[in-house]
DNA sequence: ACCCGTGTTCGCTG
DNA sequence: TCAGCGAACACGGG
C-alpha cells in the first residue's frame, strides 16, 4: 500500500476510527512485524486512550494515554500493509496485529509481506527511533523547500530517481511518487542529481507536491476513506490512477505521441516519456 | 518455472 | 571512510 498518499489515507482513518476510544484487548501473530517479537508485550496498551494519530512521511505514530503514562505505537506498512477496521470477530486478511476498541470494532494492521512494522514506543518518544530520526521533510506537512532540496541533490552523485527515494530528502516518496514527480516536473530520471539547475529543482519541487496532492485527491474520489479498506490502484477493480508510473509502452498523456518508457533505477521500475523527460529538459 | 512488486536494511566494494 | 550498489527479507500474482 503505502506512499505518503496511503499512509495519509491511513492516518486520517485511523484517526476518525479512534480517536479518543480506548483499546479494550490486544492481538497479534509473532511474525517479524512486531519487532521485538513479543506479543505479550503489547499488554501495556489495553486500557489505553488513542489521543493522537501522527505521520512523518510513511511512518505512523499513535500516541496513547495509559494508566502507566504515555505509551507510543510506531506502525510502518511496509510493502504491503494497510490499517483496516472490522467488527469484533469479523476476520481480515493477512492482519498481524489487532487492536480492540471499546465500540465494538477492532482495528487490524494487516501486512501480505510482512515488510512492515508495529512497535511500542515509551513515552512516545518516537525520534529516538533511528528510522525516524533519519526522515527529511513530509512535502505535505512542510512543503517542499526549494533551497533545501537543491543542497540535498547537490550532494550526491546519484541519479535523480535515485535521490528522492532516499527518505532523509524527503520523506514520504516512493518508487510511484518518483516517476510521478519527475513526469511532472519534465525531467530525465536518470540525470545526475547535483546537475540540476535551480528552476529544474524548482520544477522538480512542484511537481512532487502536486503529484502527491492529486494522488490524494484521486484516492479519496474512488472511496479509500470506506470503512473497509483503503484502496490501492493494484487491488482488484482498481484502475490505475498515475500519468506514467506501470504504463510501459502507452502513448504519453501530456505529448501523446511517444510512448511511456520503462527503465531499473535504484533497482525498481522507473518510468517516463522519453520525449517529454530528455536530457534537453 | 520464472519474474515482478507502493520498502528498508545490510554487507560488500571501490 | 563512506557513498553507492545489489541482495535479502516474504509472499502472491501474472
Known amino acids: 500500500m503505502p506512499e505518503l498518499p496511503e499512509v495519509e489515507v491511513a492516518r486520517a482513518n485511523l484517526a476518525r476510527w479512534a480517536l479518543g476510544r480506548r483499546i479494550t484487548a490486544v492481538e497479534a501473530e ?9 506479543p505479550s508485550s503489547l499488554a501495556a496498551l489495553v486500557g489505553a486512550r488513542l489521543a493522537a494519530v501522527d505521520r512523518t512521511g510513511k511512518a505512523l505514530m499513535l500516541r496513547l ?14 510493502m504491503t500493509g494497510k490499517w483496516l477496521r472490522r467488527r469484533g470477530g469479523e476476520a481480515a486478511r493477512f492482519s498481524r496485529v489487532r487492536l480492540a476498541l471499546d465500540d465494538g470494532w477492532v482495528l487490524h494492521h494487516a501486512d501480505l509481506r510482512l515488510f512492515g512494522r508495529f512497535l511500542l514506543v515509551p513515552g512516545a518518544r518516537f525520534e529516538r527511533l533511528p528510522e525516524v530520526a533519519r526522515l527529511g521533510p513530509d512535502p505535505l506537512r512542510d512543503g517542499v523547500d526549494v533551497e533545501a532540496l537543491a543542497a540535498a541533490l547537490a550532494r550526491t552523485r546519484r541519479p535523480i530517481k535515485v535521490a528522492l527515494l532516499d527518505q532523509a530528502i524527503l520523506a514520504g516518496v516512493g518508487n510511484i511518487q518518483a516517476s510521478e514527480a519527475l513526469f511532472r516536473a519534465r525531467l530525465d530520471p536518470r540525470r545526475p542529481a547535483a546537475d540540476l539547475s535551480r528552476p529544474e529543482v524548482r520544477r522538480l519541487s512542484a511537481g512532487v507536491l ?19 479498506a483503503v484502496v ?19 502513448p504519453c498523456p501530456r505529448c501523446k505521441r511517444a510512448r511511456v518508457a520503462r527503465v531499473t533505477l535504484g533497482g525498481r521500475g522507473t518510468f517516463f516519456c522519453p520525449r517529454e523527460q530528455g536530457e534537453a529538459g
Open 210 to 228: 502536486a503529484s502527491i496532492r492529486d494522488t490524494l485527491e484521486a484516492f479519496r474520489q474512488d472511496g479509500a476513506l470506506d470503512d473497509r
Open 65 to 78: 494515554d495509559g494508566k502507566r503514562g504515555t505509551i507510543g505505537v510506531y506502525s510502518h506498512l511496509g
Open 232 to 250: 490501492a490502484y493494484v487491488e482488484e477493480g482498481a484502475r490505475n490512477p498515475f500519468a506514467v508510473y506501470d504504463r510501459e509502452g502507452e
Open 30 to 38: 509473532p511474525t517479524r512485524v512486531l519487532r521485538p517479537g513479543r
